[in-house]
Nanobody
């Protein structure tokens, strides 16, 4: 069992930066692939980024590639999402998700067994 808690969301002006954290309890992240998803009102949940449990591979959704960076610190049981050059279109609830040794199709939300409650990110123009 893994419990995930997101933090770091808030209000930021366009062009600004924000860093989200996903902290785990119950078990460590060492054997878990961890992804970030987001969902805006009236829209489908969108894949943002993922960092795999092994190999140190990272992947990003096309809308955030080049602006966001995902990283992990297994000693702290925490995954981070650094967001730069934020746009109003980035406004959404951001969720972190984890799955035990997920090794394929990291952008598919149905593959993740554990989810946080989400943190709101609002980007003003």
């Amino acid at each position: 069992q893994v419990q995930l808690v997101e933090s770091g969301g808030g209000l930021v002006q366009a062009g600004g930066s924000l860093r989200l954290s996903c902290a785990a309890s119950g078990r460590t992240f060492s054997d878990y692939t961890v992804g970030w998803f987001r969902q805006a009102p009236g829209k489908e949940r969108e894949f943002v980024a993922v960092i795999t449990w092994t190999g140190g591979r990272v992947y990003y959704g096309g809308s955030v590639k080049g602006r966001f960076t995902i990283s992990r610190d297994d000693a702290k049981n925490t995954v981070y999402l650094e967001m730069n050059s934020l746009k109003p279109e980035d406004t959404a609830i951001y969720y972190c998700a984890a799955d035990y040794r997920l090794a394929a199709q990291w952008n598919v939300e149905q593959h993740y067994d554990y989810w946080g409650q989400g943190t709101q990110v609002t980007v003003s123009s």
